[in-house]
């Protein structure tokens, strides 16, 4: 079975510009949720839908939306990109809502210049 | 962002020699979970822990979620170079609510 997976697996942007990055999560899983990972950091948390409704949002500015489509995959936008937004973005997976495992994909390496 | 506090932050070991490490906060927890991750990769799942005093096991690795629900301990018994990585805790308050962190553990293995 395909694990989570991500699109593009590496970009560069330069400030001010937009950018959209996808997830098709697990096939059967509900849930995804969206991470920031800076370089030497854990991972912090940025969104979580759950049947194409936004379940929770982390401490990141309006810059930041995603969405969930029928088929559960999801995309993350960032629009007016800063040089601090230079990160790893991870997508996790999970069945439901309550989430109690989630499965991260390979991550989308975003640089910012 | 608000992160827990793991130690220790690195490991520099010899091969077969066991490995410990501890993740804590002052908030209560229903869920830990351990994640290994290697550069330029995503975090992998080892072990997920869901309630207080639970040991569980998975090969060589073995995690425990503490009796306090403020903390989670993991050992690695006989290191071998392939578990050369980053290993991050994470821990959840409540169904539902996010997953939150551990700046991780940077384990190094010298064979």
């Known amino acids: 079975d395909a694990g989570v997976t991500q699109s593009p697996t590496h970009l560069i942007k330069t400030r001010g510009q937009h950018v959209t990055l996808r997830c098709s999560p697990i096939?059967?899983?509900?849930?995804v949720s969206w991470y920031q990972q800076v370089l030497g950091q854990g991972p912090q948390f940025i969104f979580q839908?759950?049947?194409?409704?936004?379940?929770g949002r982390g401490n990141f500015p309006d810059r930041f939306s995603a969405r969930q489509f029928p088929n559960y995959s999801s995309e993350l936008n960032v629009n007016a990109l800063l040089l601090g937004d230079s990160a790893l973005y991870l997508c996790?997976?999970?069945?439901?809502?309550?989430?109690?495992?989630?499965?991260f994909g390979p991550g989308t390496r975003l640089l910012v210049l | 962002g608000q992160q827990l506090n793991q130690s220790p932050q690195s490991m520099f070991i010899q091969e077969g020699e066991d490995v410990s490490m501890n993740c804590t906060s002052s908030?209560?927890?229903?869920?830990w979970l351990w994640y290994k991750q290697d550069p330029g990769e995503g975090p992998v799942l080892l072990i997920a822990?869901?309630?207080?005093?639970e040991l569980t096991s998975n090969g060589r690795l073995t995690a425990q979620f503490g009796i306090t629900r403020k903390d989670s301990f993991l050992n690695i018994s006989a290191s071998i170079p392939s578990d050369v990585g980053i290993y991050f805790c994470?821990?959840?308050?409540?169904?539902?609510?996010?997953?939150?962190f551990g700046k991780g553990t940077t384990l190094s293995v010298s064979s």
């Open positions: 822990l869901y309630k207080a005093g």
């Open positions: 908030s209560i927890f229903n869920t």
């Open positions: 996790a997976s999970s069945l439901s809502f309550s989430g109690e495992t989630q499965y």
């Open positions: 994470a821990g959840r308050r409540q169904a539902g609510t996010a997953l939150i």
């Open positions: 839908y759950y049947e194409k409704e936004e379940r």
């Open positions: 096939s059967g899983h509900k849930s």
